[in-house]
């Protein structure tokens, strides 16, 4: 098994504020889209050597895939992304965190997005993704009530 690093998604209350700050900064941010359609639910990415990306979601967004996100938390508001090998290994990873007396975040669970995905959380707050590869026969459309 390979765990490598994936993608950094942030969390921002205002969207439109941040992309145009980060374009300050120099960064190629596109239109940040909403989906699903009219759910007020927003997210961007940036594409970054090695197949990376760097991401930023909206609060709406973020309660669509982590059930643990909470904007008012005090500690972490970031995801980092590890890639893992299998579906399989979210899962294991995830129990051997827990097992280790970690706190945990999403429990394992099939995306919309077609990845088994779930968050771990290190010793100081912020979250880290375990993602599988995409599976293009198990993505959908999510409901806004979120996982």
């Not at 994936?6 to 300050?24: E, K, P, Q, S, Y």
């Not at 239109?31 to 594409?47: D, I, N, R, T, Y």
């Not at 972490?76 to 579906?87: A, E, K, P, S, Y």
């Not at 669970?109 to 026969?137: C, H, M, Q, T």
Request: net charge negative.
């Amino acid at each position: 098994m390979t765990t490598t690093f994936g993608h950094i998604n942030i969390f921002v209350r205002d969207m439109d504020a941040t992309i145009a700050f980060h374009r300050l900064l120099g960064l190629d941010l596109p239109e940040a889209f909403e989906w699903p359609p009219g759910s007020g639910a927003k997210h961007v990415e940036m594409p970054m050597p090695g197949g990376h990306y760097l991401a930023f979601d909206n609060h709406e967004m973020a309660r669509i895939w982590n059930s643990h996100f909470d904007a008012e938390r005090k500690d972490g508001n970031i995801v980092v992304g590890l890639l893992v090998d299998t579906r399989d290994d979210v899962d294991r990873i995830y129990r051997a965190v827990e097992k280790a007396g970690h706190r945990v975040g999403q429990p394992p669970y099939d995306a919309f997005w077609g990845s088994r995905y779930a968050i771990v959380i290190d010793p100081d707050g912020n979250e880290v993704g375990l993602k599988s590869p995409v599976d293009d026969e198990r993505r959908y459309e999510p409901g806004l009530g979120g996982v």
